[in-house]
């Protein structure tokens, strides 16, 4: 069973095996709510916690530091730092999962001080947002344990706010559990999840949801519907591709329509351009993108959110085998755009394009992919920043709002048109590769819209992020499941406006 979080009676949660009391931390200390408790158990709660206690036991306003008392039974008693605001989502994150990692096994509770927030809920979610987030483990089952957290206030809160925190900590469980659903399914080895296996395992979340509708197309479809770009990638597997469509119709009336679109490459050797040895050890991650799509689609359906969604994956491994694509071949995509395969490796792209034309033919507001699509990106923004591309300022901004919201930091780059030009082909309409070592990620991002007929549009290259060589804050070694969390706000806005 999974670490999860639920609203509980203060009794009960004063029977939990740690009792945490998130709070901010100034400059002269910090200053207990009147209606926290004097005492958890054995251990005796101060009210005012001055600035040289706080600096003692290591309590600061670094969201995340933390001071325990205990006593030899009963419950321990962690003051733990949200930072020097009460407001801020991303200190509460912070703080949740600086409480995950206290209680270890156990169960944990917060008592959450409401008192003259301005928005509860946000603060309520983001806590066991990042609670929830930092207990994701592959090796072995899940922790056991919950997050229980009880709202305080003086006076007693009141029902509207009991019911904004009780909502607020519901969406984060449904937010938090999409990024741990993208974790395990990017951390699963290759050989267990093939193009075949990731697109049953697709199905299976999807279907169950209401108002979500999911098409598996299998080989014999892929070619009736022309996606060549996908086909010729995976000429050099054994395992076929596939291609997800899900959909998702609100039960009332929506609020526009939004097509998601994720790369979905469950092992990238390279190809017969094979990449180095040690370059190959993480291209499980290849499939971020699509498990990244499927999973804010179905956040968007058990939100219940008043927008129409559209998610597509197109699925595929990228091996040398005997009939592998070649360099120098040519591909004919989906909308009939001939393209020169000069670097195998560069298959993203190609198995975008025909998923790209796809969703532009449905005439949505707006598009959005995500990748794991260019060691550039890694290059220019490290493993904590991911990379967008927008074709128009207004859908940029949309992203970047979601972005700060979710703690997931996106940076604009520029999609130059002057360097289209290295996309030339002599023999076809594009080439798949620019000039080696100059503006990659820039290039693909252009390479990518040539499919997009003009609709708004916005990409995510996410190479970087999408892995951790280690924790931090509520970010687990091995997949991060970046972007998830900033799809999933961004059509929450969606909805709302």
């Not at 979710?406 to 309409?429: Q, V």
Request: glycine fraction near 10%; charged fraction near 20%; include cysteine.
């Amino acid at each position: 069973m999974a670490r999860t979080a639920h609203v509980v009676a203060l009794k009960d949660a004063l029977a939990a095996d740690l009792v945490a009391l998130p709070v901010a931390v100034s400059g002269d200390g910090v200053h207990l709510d009147a209606s926290v408790p004097g005492r958890v158990g054995a251990v005796e709660v101060p009210r005012v916690l001055d600035a040289g206690w706080c600096e003692l036991r290591g309590l600061s306003a670094t969201p995340g530091s933390s001071a325990v008392l205990r006593a030899a039974s009963g419950p321990a008693v962690a003051f733990v730092s949200v930072g020097a605001s009460r407001e801020d989502p991303e200190g509460h994150r912070l703080a949740g999962a600086a409480i995950t990692r206290l209680a270890g096994e156990g169960t944990a509770s917060a008592l959450l001080g409401v008192t003259g927030l301005v928005d509860p809920a946000r603060v309520a979610g983001a806590l066991v947002e990042g609670a929830v987030l930092a207990s994701y483990r592959y090796k072995r089952p899940e922790t056991e344990g919950s997050l229980e957290v009880v709202a305080l206030s003086t006076p007693l809160p009141s029902v509207p706010v009991h019911d904004a925190v009780v909502a607020g900590v519901a969406r984060g469980v449904v937010v938090a559990d999409a990024a741990n659903w993208v974790k395990r399914l990017v951390d699963t080895p290759a050989g267990d999840l093939t193009p075949k296996e990731l697109a049953r395992t697709f199905d299976l979340r999807l279907s169950v949801l209401d108002g979500v509708s999911v098409e598996v197309w299998t080989e014999s479809r892929i070619r009736e519907e022309r996606l060549g770009g996908l086909l010729g990638v995976g000429l050099g597997s054994a395992q076929p591709a596939r291609l997800v469509r899900a959909t998702y119709t609100p039960a009332a009336a929506s609020r526009g329509h939004v097509v998601l679109v994720g790369k979905g490459v469950t092992f990238d050797s390279g190809g017969l351009s094979l990449k180095p040895a040690e370059a190959m050890m993480a291209m499980k991650t290849d499939m971020t993108g699509s498990a990244v799509v499927m999973a804010a689609l179905a956040a968007a359906a058990q939100l219940g959110l008043g927008l129409s969604v559209t998610a597509v994956a197109p699925l595929t491994e990228n091996l040398p085998g005997d009939q592998a694509l070649k360099p120098g071949d040519v591909l004919r995509t989906r909308d009939g755009t001939t393209v020169e395969v000069l670097n195998t490796d560069a298959e993203g792209r190609l198995i975008l394009a025909d998923a790209l034309g796809l969703a532009a033919e449905s005439e949505p507001d707006a598009i959005v992919d995500v990748a794991t699509l260019t060691g550039a990106q890694r290059v220019a923004l490290g493993d904590e920043i991911g990379a967008l591309f927008a074709s128009d300022d207004a859908l940029a901004d949309e992203m970047l709002g979601a972005s700060a919201a979710s703690g997931e930091a996106l940076w604009r780059l520029p999609l130059a048109s002057s360097y289209a030009a290295a996309l030339d082909s002599d023999i076809a309409d594009l080439k798949n590769i620019g000039r080696p070592g100059v503006a990659g990620s820039i290039v693909a991002a252009l390479f990518l819209q040539r499919f997009t007929r003009g609709r708004a549009w916005a990409h995510l290259d996410i190479a970087g992020p999408a892995r951790s060589d280690g924790a931090r804050g509520y970010v687990t070694k091995g997949a991060t499941a970046f972007a998830t969390r900033t799809l999933i706000e961004f059509l929450a806005r969606r909805a709302s406006r």
